[in-house]
């Protein structure tokens, strides 16, 4: 089973990735841990807004916005092999 790293911006719709890391300070952190984007979540893209800016992930049952400035920072272990369904 091979791994990749990458940004959630760039995981692509209805791909399983998981938290690696959250590249950012502040009350951006904070915000997204009290989301549940934690290491070690699973996290899926489920939808683009018609402006590609936001997307919608799918995070511990819950379906949570998420600003592609704010995603680039959200580093992914991808699993090549899964996708949700």
């Known amino acids: 089973m091979k791994k990749d ?6 995981l692509p ?4 990735g998981t938290i690696k890391d959250i590249n ?4 951006i952190k ?3 841990l ?8 699973y996290i899926v893209p489920v939808l683009i807004s018609p402006s590609k ?7 511990r049952g819950s379906i949570i916005a998420i600003r592609k400035e704010d ?3 959200i580093e992914i272990d991808i699993n090549k ?5």
């Open 5 to 10: 790293v990458i940004n959630l911006n760039q």
């Open 24 to 27: 950012c300070d502040g009350n």
């Open 81 to 85: 092999t899964s996708s949700f369904t």
């Open 53 to 59: 800016d936001p997307r919608a992930f799918q995070v």
């Open 71 to 73: 995603a680039q920072n």
């Open 30 to 32: 904070r915000r997204l």
């Open 13 to 16: 719709l209805n791909n399983i």
């Open 34 to 41: 009290d989301m549940g984007l934690v290491k070690g979540t």
